[in-house]
Nanobody, 123 residues
């Protein structure tokens, strides 16, 4: 049974930082592109950042470039999202995902999803 579990969410003031983690079980991360998505209330689930299974290709949404850093440790079956200079508009539920195809920002490219972790940024 494949399971992705996010952790590290919480409440932070604007300008602060958080680091999210995504731990996988039942699947070996290597060979899978992985990504972070977020969904605010009443909005669609949007791509935040993604990383190829080798780590050689990384993509970010324009809204987070220069502030967020995605990384992964295949040996630990874990992916991370370092979020700096957080803004109130970053408030959302953050989901991690893994997919067997190439890295994309499309939700339908990912086979496995976590349950999400809430990030709230106060102004």
């Amino acid at each position: 049974q494949v399971q992705l579990v996010e952790s590290g969410g919480g409440l932070v003031q604007a300008g602060g930082s958080l680091t999210l983690s995504c731990a996988a079980s039942g699947v070996t991360f290597s060979g899978y592109a992985t990504g972070w998505f977020r969904q605010a209330p009443g909005k669609e689930r949007d791509f935040v950042a993604g990383i190829s299974w080798t780590g050689t290709r990384i993509d970010y949404a324009d809204s987070v470039k220069g502030r967020f850093t995605i990384s992964r440790d295949n040996a630990k079956n874990t992916m991370y999202l370092q979020m700096n200079s957080l803004k109130p508009e970053d408030t959302a539920v953050y989901f991690c995902a893994a997919g067997g195809g190439p890295l994309t920002g499309r939700t339908d490219s990912y086979n496995y999803w976590g349950q999400g972790t809430q990030v709230t940024v106060s102004s």
